[in-house]
């Protein structure tokens, strides 16, 4: 027998979503948003729209048909599609992510870019690029189509994933 469907508007998914939804982030979870995009999330961030407004949050995660990431219980309670988050460490947001049945883990490869939310592309190895990109480091390189910044699996990618992989132990 299935396992009945999550109640609406509880931020709980059903068992065998698999893809991480698309999500809006509140202004008062700004580096889960980060952590999201490395974890393929398309995450809108609410400051980088222009929107603090809860009534403006409200109708973009509809009009978006996102789900909404928020600290405000308030608003949670108020939309739909949301997932109140209570902790203000972004490691304890993920697991609440988590424990909500969202998957959190790093992505094989970037697809979104951390500042701007972005697609990113990769770029060929012996592409020209600025200065601050090593030339012997990784052999992959990733470019954001918006904001055209540089990504590669550095130090902090590593640090970010160690962190990220013990949310599920």
Same mark, same amino acid.
């Given at each position: 027998m299935a396992a009945p469907d999550p109640a609406p508007g509880s931020g709980v998914r059903s068992p065998d979503a698999t893809d991480p939804p698309r999500v809006l982030v509140?202004?008062?979870c700004g580096k889960l948003a980060t952590y999201l995009r490395m974890c393929g999330y398309d995450a809108a961030y609410a400051l980088d729209e222009g929107i603090e407004d809860d009534d403006a949050l409200a109708a973009l995660s509809t009009t978006e048909d996102r789900l909404l990431l928020t600290r405000d219980r308030e608003l949670?309670?108020?939309v739909d599609d949301a997932l109140c988050v209570t902790e203000r460490d972004v490691l304890d947001q993920l697991r609440e992510v988590a424990a /909500?049945?969202?998957p959190v883990e790093i992505a094989a490869e970037p697809t979104r870019c951390g500042a701007c939310n972005g697609p990113v592309d990769r770029v060929a190895h012996d592409a020209a690029r600025? /200065?601050?990109v090593p030339d012997d480091g990784p052999d992959r390189h990733w470019r954001c189509r918006d904001c055209g910044q540089w990504f590669w699996k550095g130090g902090h990618w590593a640090s970010v994933a160690d962190r990220v992989s013990s949310i599920g132990e």
């Open positions: 509140d202004v008062m949670a309670a108020r /909500a049945g969202y600025p /200065a601050y």
